[in-house]
């Protein structure tokens, strides 16, 4: 089955404490990216990867790192989380460019920082 | 920045009745996605329009895309308690990777 698989599915941290959320595709995507969705705000882009070894600012990049060592994997990465990190993420993956192309969502990975 | 606004927020309804919900921008997009989002779960597209002016039909949902490509509006026909989720547009730029999402209409219909 073609899917976008984030873990965890829930994680409560506390502020300054590392943590890695993971996600693979098993679609071959060249295309992937990470959101954040809060109330009011929508899905908002953090960082997006063209392919393996290329990846760039989304709107809101500021607390966060990501790595596309392979093109399956697209890890979020918190050095030193905080409060205001507090949100829903989603992983997301797309198969090439062009409009007509959709975006297939993980089933997100809600973070709670303390 | 480009920013879509949709309305209304929240939208309450007894089965069977019709309803529409708007998504407009001050920008132009060179295409207009609407998502369907159920709790617990990602975001699931539901259409594309690229075209100024170009109707789509699912179902008992209907799409538009405004004529100057910077609104859209879906009408759903008959809403049954499985509409119940919440809505998204999302605008993309012209190479449709980079999406600007709404903040949603949360659609709830009650049997």
């Known amino acids: 089955e073609a899917q976008v698989t984030q873990n965890p599915r829930y994680l409560i941290t506390v502020t300054g404490k590392k943590l890695t959320v993971t996600c693979s595709q098993n679609?071959?995507?060249?295309?992937m990216s990470w959101y954040r969705q809060d109330p009011g705000l929508g899905l908002r882009q953090i960082y997006y990867?063209?392919?393996?070894?290329?990846?760039d600012k989304g709107d809101v990049p500021e607390g966060y790192k990501v790595s596309r060592k392979e093109k399956r994997n697209f890890p979020l990465i918190l050095e030193s989380p905080s409060p205001n990190q507090t949100s829903l993420y989603f992983c997301?993956?797309?198969?090439?460019?062009?409009?007509?192309?959709?975006?297939?969502f993980g089933n997100g990975t809600r973070l709670t920082v303390t | 920045t480009q920013l879509l606004e949709q309305s209304p927020q929240f939208l309450s309804i007894q089965e069977g009745e019709n309803l529409t919900v708007y998504c407009n921008s001050s920008?132009?997009?060179?295409?207009l996605q609407w998502y369907r989002q159920e709790p617990g779960e990602g975001p699931v597209l539901l259409v594309t329009?690229?075209?100024?002016?170009e109707v789509k039909k699912l179902k008992r949902l209907t799409f538009q895309f405004g004529d100057a490509r910077k609104d859209s509006s879906l009408h759903i026909t008959a809403a049954q308690p499985g509409d119940t989720g919440l809505y998204l547009c999302?605008?993309?730029?012209?190479?449709?990777?980079?999406?600007?999402f709404g903040p949603g209409t949360r659609l709830s219909v009650l049997p």
């Open positions: 997301a993956s797309q198969s090439g460019t062009g409009a007509l192309s959709p975006l297939h």
């Open positions: 679609m071959n995507h060249e295309y």
């Open positions: 990867s063209m392919n393996v070894e290329v990846t």
């Open positions: 920008s132009v997009f060179s295409s």
């Open positions: 329009v690229v075209t100024g002016g």
């Open positions: 999302a605008g993309g730029d012209n190479y449709g990777q980079n999406f600007v």
